[in-house]
Structures are given as structure tokens and as C-alpha cells.
């Protein structure tokens, strides 16, 4: 058994829990300590049951809750070493027991309890950013947030997932109009910046395969997108694409900014 729950998603925070009978592990801490006990709790679960916390980069809305789950729990934190360096110059997370921090390399697989985790490089403006991939038995999951753009080396590695959590960043319409300053929606529209829903729909739909389970886009933009467009638009982007699959060929959720999703599960 293989489950994943989205605590929070969006660019006001992110706590994804990832785990199986055995092991549970969290995949960023962008928010408080109290909500990730919170919405642990609405699944039966707590903060003591979790292995450790993967860091996917060093921006806030993915480490706010880091240093206090670190020093409150115990709990390791892994992290590429780019990224551990960038967490200790982030003053707010405060001070984190040296031995807490594991290094982990791009593209190397490793295990916690019998969870085979694999962090994949992506593409965004943080020092050494990673998706990660979570493997137990024959089930494959994965979650991509934070990503400008993507190629053929991830597409690859993304193959003959279960559940994915997939960034639907923004609409490029909301964005273009909106009230964000120019540098800004540069940054966000850049290559090193966010996925918009197209290109979203366009990667879910090199991804998709006959026993393709479940997809939950996340990490939505407040100011940019909402979530019946990125829901219609993603949709859109897969039925209209160059692939044999229609949007209606499997379940698709939107993961909430605050509020906890649904247990996707591969038994
Ligand atoms: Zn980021
Ligand atoms: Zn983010």
C-alpha cells in the first residue's frame, strides 16, 4: 500500500504527506508546526509517526514549518546539499541540530523505512531544487511543484507513475493581466519559475498510461488562478492533446491551499 494526502498546496505553503503501513515521511514544511499536526490528525496520523521531511527547495512557502518540526519531532531532513546550505541562511527557520540534515544526491535513490525515494532535478530559481519520486513495491508516485519548464530526461523519469501531485501554477491569461509587477511575472512565466495549467495539461499528458491511477495538481497561485480553471484548462490541455487519453480516463483533483485532500491510495 502506497498513500498520498496534500496537508496544504499553493504558494502560501506546502506539507505533503507520503507514506505506506509502515513508513511516513513529509514532503516540505511550508507551513506552521501546528497545522501539519492538524492535518496529520484529520488522517489519523501525527507528527511522531513521520520518518523524516524531504525538502524539495529553500523558498518559504516550502521550509516556513521546517525548524520547528526539526527541533519539536527530531525529525531528519533531507535535502540536496544546495539546498541544505540555502535552508541554514533562511534566519526565520532558526537553528537546526547539524546531525538532523541528510545530504541526498540528484537522480540517487535512497530508502527510509520501505519507502524508495529518488529525488529528479528540476528546472526553478532555488539553489538545487528536486521533485521527488516514492517508491514501494510495484506502486510509483511522485510529487512536481516548482518547475519553469520541463524536458526529456524528466518526462523519462516520470514514466509509469500511480498518483502524481503536479503543479498547476497559474493561468498565463490572469497572469499577463494581473496586478504583479513586470520583474515578477517575468520571473513566474520564466523557465526557472512556475508551470502554468497548459503546460501542466501538456507534461500530465506525457505521463499518462493505461494503469495511470490518479493526478492532484497543486501548488496553485492565490492571485493567478483558480481552481475550476486549472481543473478545466489541465483537462482541456490532455483530451486536445497528441496522446490516445482523454481527462475522463481518470480521477483528478485540486489540491486545497489550507485544507487537507483526500487519501489517494494504491493498494
Ligand atoms: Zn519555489
Ligand atoms: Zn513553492
Redesign the pocket.
Known amino acids: 500500500m502506497l498513500e498520498l494526502c496534500s496537508i496544504a498546496s499553493g504558494?502560501s505553503g506546502?506539507c505533503i504527506c507520503v507514506g505506506s503501513d509502515d513508513s511516513h515521511v513529509l514532503i516540505d514544511a511550508g507551513i506552521s508546526g501546528k497545522k501539519i499536526e492538524n492535518g496529520l490528525n484529520a488522517i489519523d496520523l501525527k507528527s511522531q509517526d513521520m520518518q523524516g521531511i524531504l525538502v524539495t527547495h529553500e523558498?518559504i512557502?516550502?521550509i516556513a514549518g521546517l525548524g520547528v518540526m526539526a527541533r519539536r519531532y527530531g525529525l531528519p531532513l533531507y535535502a540536496t546539499p544546495g539546498t541544505i546550505d540555502a535552508i541554514k541562511n533562511v534566519k526565520s527557520v532558526g537553528k537546526i541540530d547539524e546531525s538532523l540534515f541528510h545530504p541526498i544526491t540528484p537522480m540517487e535513490e535512497f530508502s527510509i523505512g520501505d519507502l524508495e525515494i529518488t529525488p529528479i532535478p528540476i528546472s526553478h530559481d532555488a539553489a538545487e531544487p528536486v521533485a521527488y519520486r516514492i517508491k514501494k513495491d510495484h506502486h510509483v508516485f511522485a510529487v512536481v511543484?516548482?518547475l519553469g519548464t520541463y524536458d526529456d530526461a524528466i518526462i523519462q523519469e516520470l514514466q509509469g507513475l500511480e498518483v502524481l501531485l503536479l503543479e498547476a501554477n497559474h493561468d498565463i491569461h490572469m497572469l499577463e493581466t494581473g496586478a504583479y509587477p513586470y520583474p515578477l511575472k517575468r520571473r513566474i512565466m520564466g523557465d526557472r519559475g512556475h508551470l502554468s495549467n497548459e503546460r501542466s495539461g501538456q507534461l500530465l499528458g506525457e505521463l499518462l498510461h493505461d494503469k495511470f491511477g490518479t493526478v492532484m495538481l497543486g501548488?496553485l497561485s492565490k492571485e493567478n488562478n483558480y481552481e475550476e480553471l486549472a481543473y478545466e484548462a489541465v483537462r482541456l490541455e490532455v483530451t486536445s492533446g497528441d496522446n490516445p487519453y482523454k481527462a475522463d480516463d481518470f480521477p483528478m483533483y485540486v489540491a486545497k491551499r489550507d485544507a487537507v485532500s483526500p487519501v489517494l491510495r494504491a493498494q
Open positions: 504558494s506546502n523558498h512557502d516550502h511543484t516548482d501548488h
